[in-house]
């Protein structure tokens, strides 16, 4: 489902749209702690940015106890939301797909909330389900995907859930999206694990190895990837890892003195690194980790519960090496849309063609 989004009385026409200017799409992402849009244009080799807007919401908090969106929760959602739906018709957008994930998904009062969103704001919320949500990350991932290995498992850890999608690199063509030969969506996320096990004064390791050893209790029964456990027992597979909590562990690995995209986006990190990084954060206090400028006060609370999933795949599905994503569901979706047009006018062109030749000649 995709659709322009047009300001009310407008043919969707924008102040800083101009005639002659390449075409924009956009992408929204709500997610049970972020609202993510991006608008970019297409290139040869994917497309350009154009505009970017990110706002920690927390949707989904105290959910895992009501089962309930709460009122304050719905009401930062759609603040967010009605600035992203500015940004969209003031740049003439023409394919808008925005999608609403395990909130939406598991809340009694989510379709309720869905078409508030579209009724006050003008943006149509597309809840997904749990197997598009991986699709669309591994999607969002293809350029990081590493063909020198035979598989990748790529981790999309959300604040509600975590996909998890197997993919063979050794069917797959790059540039194209490889077979998933397996997925799974846990409904574990950074939001609801770090509700489940409080903090407290301090973060201990007996806490943090409790985080651990939940997720590894979801996660551990699954066995319909185990046709490529090979492939990990040998070292052949490689991890994409895409989530605020991993890029904060990149940034801290790097030592950023401030989060920077260009530099943390496809970098590797290996398993003990990506440890060693845990075990810095484990050493700090709460007011430290939020001093910290790869991370900050909206996700210190729930960059440890971040780390405790990366850790509980690691020890089940070993990789070596993990790739750092600052990527994901949005790009998956702007390609997506973009491959779509694409395919229409080519479908046009056969068709006009078509047409002409059976006119015969005037």
Known sequence: MTEALHAPGTAGGGPDKAMGDPPCFAALDLG?????????????????????????????????????????????????????????RRRRVVKFRAIATQACRIAVNGQAFVNRVANETGVKLQIISPQEEAKLSVTGCLNLLDYRHEAALVVDVGGGSTELSWVDLKAGTPGATPP??????????VVTLAERFPEGDVATEDW??????????????????????????????????????ITSLAGMHLRLPRYD????????????????????????????????????????????????????????????????ADRGLREGILLALMSERDQTRRRKRRQKRGANRSQGPA
Request: aromatic share 4%; with cysteine; net charge positive.
């Open 180 to 189: 998933m030969r397996a997925w799974l969506s846990v409904p574990i996320g």
């Open 261 to 324: 995209r260009n530099r943390v986006d496809g970098i590797w990190m290996t398993r003990q690194q990506c440890e060693a990084a845990t075990d810095g954060l484990l050493a700090l206090t709460a007011g430290e980790r939020a001093a910290q400028p790869c991370i900050g006060p909206d996700r210190s609370d729930l960059v440890l519960a971040g780390a405790a999933i990366l850790q509980a795949i690691q020890e089940l599905w070993p990789c070596n090496k993990v790739r750092v």
């Open 32 to 88: 049970t702690n972020n609202c993510r849009l991006l608008i970019a244009t297409p290139t040869p080799r994917g497309f350009r940015v154009v505009e970017s807007y990110s706002r920690i919401v927390r949707l989904g908090e105290g959910l895992s106890q009501s089962g309930r969106l709460s009122n304050e929760a719905m009401d930062r959602a759609l603040l967010a939301l009605k600035v992203s739906g500015e940004k969209v």
């Open 208 to 245: 943090f190895r409790s985080m651990v050893e939940h997720v590894k209790s979801h996660v551990a029964a699954f066995r319909r990837a185990d046709q490529m456990r090979p492939l990990f027992d040998t070292d052949r597979v490689h991890m994409v890892g895409t989530s605020g909590a």
